[in-house]
């Protein structure tokens, strides 16, 4: 290997780190800013507005059962009381909070 090729890969390797820590941060970021105050902090749902619209405990079965597509759907066209955020997030933004989400249910 070249000096230069490995320079090369410590550079690829560093932006792919740099831009999963922002992916990750938008996440809890956006979480926080828009879905905090039905779901809370914590994924259970428990603030005044949540237990006002029965939202429901990230970490139930069922919830924990259902799959990313399933999550990412009911995030984008709404479910219940739960508004649709398809135009004001973009899909990867979704995305990014329901991986977010999933650490709430651990
Ligand atoms: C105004 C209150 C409110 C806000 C803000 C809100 N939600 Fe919800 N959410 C709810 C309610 C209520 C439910 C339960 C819906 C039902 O099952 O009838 C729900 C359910 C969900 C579910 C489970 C859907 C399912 O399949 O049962 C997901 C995932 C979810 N919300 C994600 C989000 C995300 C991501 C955000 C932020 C972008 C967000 N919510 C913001 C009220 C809210």
Wanted: net charge positive; aromatic share 4%; proline share 5%.
């Amino acid at each position: 290997m070249t000096n230069q090729f490995k320079l090369a890969l410590i550079g690829i390797v560093v932006a792919l780190t740099a831009s999963t820590a922002l992916a990750q941060s938008s996440g809890a970021d956006n979480y926080k800013s828009k879905c905090a105050m039905c779901h809370a902090a914590d994924g259970s749902g428990n603030t005044p507005a949540g237990k006002a619209m029965k939202a429901v405990p990230f970490s139930s079965p069922d919830l924990v059962k259902a799959s990313d597509a399933d999550l990412i759907a009911a995030t984008k066209n709404g479910k219940g009381k739960m508004p649709a955020y398809s135009g004001k997030l973009t899909d990867p933004q979704i995305k990014d909070l329901i991986a977010y989400i999933r650490t709430l249910q651990k």
